[in-house]
């Protein structure tokens, strides 16, 4: 006879993404993403202050340098990830492009000096708050090429950091395919920088908000007679690799 003499829920440091890094492998660089510079090291690595299986930018400091991936052109949408920085004294940038090019369209930089910063359309940059070093960011931007585009910034207990809306376009795009993530100013400082869980609303049968939340790890553990039985489950269901078990869902 079993029993049951332990189980319960908790997180296990992985975020739900069609677009997560779960399938790659620790020391490579991301499936479907693209280097545009020479400059840095980029790596998938086991984990980073609290998350599992992220992306981690290692940038030299000395020029332009960074990493960009794709998405199939959208006129308008969500674009999801989340971010974190080891140090405050280096340059992030986070840029959502039509195509690789000069143009800045959509621009957010955790700056050099500590500060979150946002492009305002006009080649003007203007400051938010404080960030956090070796903290987790989740970044939402909302855009519509015919009109304006919008950012929010919450901490990893949901609350609001900072948001702008009704913002220009710095040029005029047809459409947005390339987020692009690292530093594109020269000579700003070396340091690392983690990527984790990013996401589209138009792609992956993806739900706005869903890369927020730490997916399910179910634990239990049992005895049959004098020997125990550990089981964790982390939230994958035996018929859809792609669906997760959350938490007050099961």
């Known amino acids: 006879m079993t029993t049951v003499i332990s189980h319960g829920i908790d997180g296990n440091g992985f975020y739900k993404s069609y677009r997560s890094f779960i399938n790659d492998t620790n020391g490579s660089v991301p499936y479907n993403w693209t280097l545009f510079s020479p400059l840095g090291t980029y790596q998938i690595i086991a984990a980073a202050n609290g998350h599992n299986k992220v ?21 308008t949408g969500t674009i999801e990830l989340q971010i974190c920085k080891a140090l405050t004294n280096n340059l992030m940038d986070i ?10 369209l959509i621009k957010i930089y955790f700056n050099a000096d500590g500060d979150i910063w946002w492009e305002d359309g006009t080649g003007n940059y ?3 708050v404080a960030y956090a070093p070796n903290t987790w960011y989740h970044v939402k931007i909302v855009f519509d090429v015919a009109g304006t585009w919008s950012f929010e910034i919450r901490n ?3 609350a609001l950091i900072t948001s702008q809306a009704g913002l220009p ?5 047809a459409s947005l395919k390339t987020l692009l993530i690292g530093n594109l ?4 400082g ?7 869980v990013v996401a589209c609303s138009w792609e992956g049968n993806y739900t706005v908000g869903d890369n927020k939340t730490e997916y399910t790890n179910i634990i239990y553990k049992r005895a049959l007679g004098k020997r125990g039985t550990h089981c964790s489950y982390k939230g994958f269901s035996a ?12």
């Open 126 to 128: 203007d400051t938010t």
């Open 55 to 75: 992306l981690e930018i290692n940038l030299a400091g000395t020029g332009v340098e960074g990493i960009s991936t794709q998405f199939t052109p959208a006129e």
């Open 95 to 104: 840029v959502i492009l039509e195509e690789m090019g000069p143009s800045d």
């Open 185 to 188: 100013t020269t000579g700003v």
């Open 239 to 250: 018929f859809d690799i792609n669906k997760m078990v959350f938490p007050n869902t099961l």
């Open 156 to 158: 990893a207990a949901d």
């Open 169 to 173: 376009f710095q040029g005029a795009p």
């Open 190 to 196: 070396a340091g690392l920088l983690y990527v984790d």
